[in-house]
């Protein structure tokens, strides 16, 4: 079994920043893409930022120079420094990781069970 764990929404002001964390638990054998992505209400899931097992990471236009991503695979955990932030980043934030279980195993997509950011104007 492979846990998810988001932490680190809340509201803030507009201009404001937030810091997600997202700590995978369980058994894991290695993790590959990690990512982040939103929903706010009456929109489809968006992914905002993504980072590959070696680093390189991407981005959705509106949140470059903006957001970073980041993962520390000694915890297993990604996270998403966000900056300048703007009433229309509102929305509930989730995590995803590809894990392998095992040597034999696939990698899976896991989903933590989000977060909620909120951001007044």
């Known amino acids: 079994q492979v846990q998810l764990v988001e932490s680190g929404g809340g509201l803030v002001q507009a201009g404001g920043s937030l810091r997600l964390s997202c700590a995978a638990s369980g058994t894991i054998f290695s993790a590959n893409a990690m990512g982040w992505y939103r929903q706010a209400p009456g929109k489809q899931r968006e992914l905002v930022a993504g980072i590959t097992s070696g680093g390189t990471t991407n981005y959705f236009d509106s949140v470059k120079g903006r957001f970073t991503i980041a993962r520390e695979d000694a915890k297993n955990t990604v996270y ?10 509102t929305a509930v934030y989730y995590c995803k990781a590809e894990i392998r279980t095992n040597f034999y195993g696939n990698v899976r997509p896991y989903w ?10």
């Open 80 to 89: 998403l420094q966000m900056n300048s932030l703007k009433p229309a980043d």
């Open 112 to 121: 933590g069970q989000g977060t909620q950011v909120t951001v007044s104007s």
